[in-house]
């Protein structure tokens, strides 16, 4: 378990890199390779509502930038909770590319730090509908 100073810390890096547009720097130095990604529900053509590893999670980021156009995204936080994970609040600002509907959306994330100071899961919950 990350000690709260560590903690924070990783909590900060998450924020500043997906305020940067480096959320796939994010991945590949913070997360543990086996990490486990979870959305509320299953992504379309998914069976499952969860990938694991780095390279899954990635290819989510892909499917995400093909499907969506950002016109802004933030994260705030970190919101620490115990001695092993903080959330973040996202809030986007997309135009889906297949139907071209504009929208806000708000989701918060969940992280989950190892003993190696890796985000070992993230959880997306947003509302459904």
């Known amino acids: 378990m990350a000690n709260p100073e560590q903690l924070m ?3 900060q890096q998450v924020v500043e890199m997906n305020n ?3 959320s796939r720097e994010c991945v590949n130095t913070l997360y543990a390779q086996d990490c486990v990604s979870a959305e509320a529900m299953a992504m379309p053509g998914q069976e ?3 990938v694991k590893g ?3 999670i990635l290819a989510k980021h892909d499917w995400w930038e093909g499907a969506n156009e950002v016109h802004s995204s933030s994260a705030e936080g970190p919101f620490a909770f115990g001695d092993d994970r ?3 609040i996202y809030e986007m600002d997309i135009t889906d590319k297949e139907s071209g509907q504009r ?3 708000k989701e918060v994330a969940t992280y989950y ?3 190696d100071n890796k985000i070992c899961r993230e959880e997306f919950a947003y509302p459904l509908g």
Do not use: P
Request: overall charge negative.
């Open 9 to 11: 810390q990783i909590g």
């Open 20 to 22: 940067q547009d480096k």
């Open 48 to 50: 499952s509502n969860e």
């Open 54 to 56: 780095v390279d899954a």
């Open 86 to 88: 903080f959330c973040v």
């Open 103 to 105: 929208m806000q959306m």
């Open 113 to 115: 730090v190892d003993k």
